[in-house]
């Protein structure tokens, strides 16, 4: 079945680090793939998506290029805020399955100023 | 536009009861799935409605069943809660369109099963 898999955290930064959370996946057939952000005591915000191989998503920052050869949707930004300190979780959702949304076990960021 | 909301905000129960969780999906939106997140995990998808019928289902038992009414909101039920029941239950809604598997979640009902 379908996997996500992230690296393992959590991750602590000084403010305008360089950011890079790793994801790979795993699915049958060609997914869409998605971050999304979790703040303390919220739900999920969705951050960034891209719907095929090579598409790039970005926002607020934040990029992600879908890379079908690697099986991989790594998040990064160039210079992290205290702001963005959360949890952040990578997605897959299937065309076979579109219901179902497979999440990774989130990456928590800690930026410090 | 409203987005994705959830009652209650938080629940205390106790093991072998049972448990209600409503969601009122993103106005337009007429898909409704509902996620269990155990603390420190990803959301687990738990089933979606798709215009009041179920149209996909996790691995969890049938204690956990759900409705959609035909205003497109929703709810969770939980029967003979088990503490590993507690979790933070995460309601998302999806738009028609080219942005179906989209989906814009509520804040979660913090469930906790004593």
């Known amino acids: 079945g379908d996997s996500v898999t992230q690296m393992e955290g959590p991750v602590t930064l000084s403010e305008e680090a360089f950011l890079t959370i790793n994801c790979t996946y795993t699915?049958?057939?060609?997914?869409?793939l998605f971050w999304y952000v979790q703040y303390p005591g919220e739900g999920l915000q969705l951050l960034l998506k891209?719907?095929?191989?090579?598409d790039k998503g970005s926002n607020k920052g934040f990029e992600a290029t879908y890379r079908k050869e690697t099986t991989s949707f790594h998040l990064e930004k160039g210079s992290v805020q205290v702001s963005d300190s959360a949890v952040y979780f990578c997605?897959?959702?299937?065309?076979?399955?579109?219901?179902?949304?497979?999440f990774g076990d989130g990456t928590t960021l800690t930026v410090k100023p | 536009e409203t987005g994705v909301t959830q009652s209650p905000t938080h629940l205390i129960k106790t093991r072998g009861q049972q448990v209600t969780l409503r969601c009122s999906s993103q106005?337009?939106?007429?898909?409704v799935s509902w996620y269990q997140q155990a603390l420190g995990q990803g959301p687990q998808f738990i089933f979606q409605?798709?215009?009041?019928?179920?149209?996909g289902r996790g691995n969890f038992p049938p204690r956990f069943s759900g409705l959609q009414f035909p205003n497109y909101s929703s709810e969770l039920n939980v029967n003979a809660l088990e503490l590993d029941d507690s979790a933070l239950y995460l309601c998302?809604?999806?738009?028609?369109?080219?942005?179906?598997?989209?989906?814009?979640f509520g804040p979660g009902t913090r469930l906790t099963v004593l």
């Open positions: 998302a809604s999806s738009p028609t369109g080219d942005s179906y598997n989209e989906q814009f």
């Open positions: 699915a049958t057939g060609y997914p869409s």
């Open positions: 891209a719907t095929k191989a090579d």
């Open positions: 997605a897959l959702s299937d065309l076979t399955n579109a219901g179902k949304s497979t």
């Open positions: 106005s337009g939106h007429n898909t």
């Open positions: 409605y798709y215009r009041e019928e179920e149209n």
